[in-house]
Each structure stands twice: as C-alpha cells, then as structure tokens.
C-alpha cells in the first residue's frame, strides 16, 4: 500500500497495477509494457519511499515469453519503466533492507539470494551473493520463494525446507520449520 492508500498488486496477465481504498473501488493500471512489449507475469514488489516500485517479471507458464529478457524492473511514481536486472533465471521475489540501501533478490532456480546495494530510486550498483540457501535434494526450484525482512534487517526466506533466516550480514540464524511447503513470509498482528 502507497502512501495514497492505493494497494498495488502484481498481476500475472502482464500488468502492475493500483487499485484505489474507495467505493467503488478503482483499478489503475500504473505498468502494463516495457519497450512496447507487454510484461511476461509481474510477480512480486517492493515500494519505496519516493512511491516507486520494484518489481519482478519472471517466465511463469508464459511461453514463448513476451518480453526479451526475464527481468526486475522499476517504475516511477510518474510511470516511467527501467529495466534494472536481466541476467537472473528465475527472478521471483524483490525487498529493500529497511533503511533502503540494499535491493534483495531471490531467483528461485538458485539457492542463492542476491543483494544489490541502491544508489538512488531505481538505481542500483553491482551484485553480490547476499546468502545461499540449503537446497530440498531432487527440488524443482531449489532457491527461496517468499521474503520479508524485519526492523532489525534479517531476512525470511520461504523455500522447501521451511523458513530460512539470515541476518543483515548474511549469516544464517537457522530455520523455521512448517509443516508445509512454504511459498511466502509475513509479519502480522499488533506486534508485527
């Protein structure tokens, strides 16, 4: 949710949009092509505190693909699209350390977790391996899933094995187990 009170969501026709809190509830579309190609399946975002947003675009059953790269991309609170990553297979989830200095990424056909450092909205410099996740043996999508990061900026990572926790220096602090499968990571409640 923006600081307008719009709720934007990843739709995975190949559109990132905003709908807005009122009744009737209104739909704007804030991102649907990026050189005049629609998007492959927006999957996941991150917004910043200039109101941009960070967002991925994997291959998700969308074959052949619509875009020419699989990428993360950003879009301005003006509208206007960037492609900031493009050499990632599988480029599923996107979070900011909470300070903003640090774009997270989890390909989830590796198990390892990328980590960008931000210059400036939309901008960021060279990568480097943040983590490395322990792989389920014989697993389809060895990396993470889901992710969310807390106060302190350690990270949750929902992969087959559970929940992977990894602090802001990148050393694991261990898992959480669950019964199932987790395929995404929230704080809630009152007390976060």
């Known amino acids: ?3 307008s009170g719009e709720l934007f969501a990843c739709q995975m026709d190949g559109r990132l949009v905003a709908y807005s ?3 009737p509830a209104k739909v704007r579309i804030v991102a649907a092509k990026y050189n005049g190609r629609a998007f492959n399946a927006p999957n996941d975002l991150v917004i910043d505190a200039a109101g941009g947003v960070y967002f991925t675009d994997p291959p998700l059953e969308k074959t052949p693909l619509r875009q020419d ?3 993360v991309y950003y879009v301005t609170v003006d509208e206007h699209v960037s492609r900031l ?4 297979e599988f480029p599923n989830v996107v979070m900011l350390s909470p300070e903003e200095k640090t774009l997270y990424v989890v390909n989830s056909k ?3 977790v990328m980590a960008y450092p931000v210059e400036g909205a939309g901008q960021i410099g060279e990568a480097r391996v943040f983590c490395v996740l322990k792989p389920k043996t014989n697993a389809n999508m060895p990396g993470g899933d889901g992710l969310t990061v807390d106060a302190k900026g350690n990270l949750y ?4 094995l559970g929940i992977h926790v990894f602090d802001s220096t990148g050393t694991s602090l261990g898992a959480i187990a669950v019964p199932e499968q987790s395929y995404n990571v929230t704080f809630g409640g009152p007390s976060g």
Do not use: C, E
């Open 85 to 88: 990553i493009d050499d990632l």
């Open 21 to 23: 809190m009122g009744k």
């Open 1 to 3: 949710i923006n600081r």
């Open 69 to 71: 790269r699989i990428a």
């Open 110 to 112: 590796s198990p390892q």
């Open 157 to 160: 990572i929902a992969s087959p």
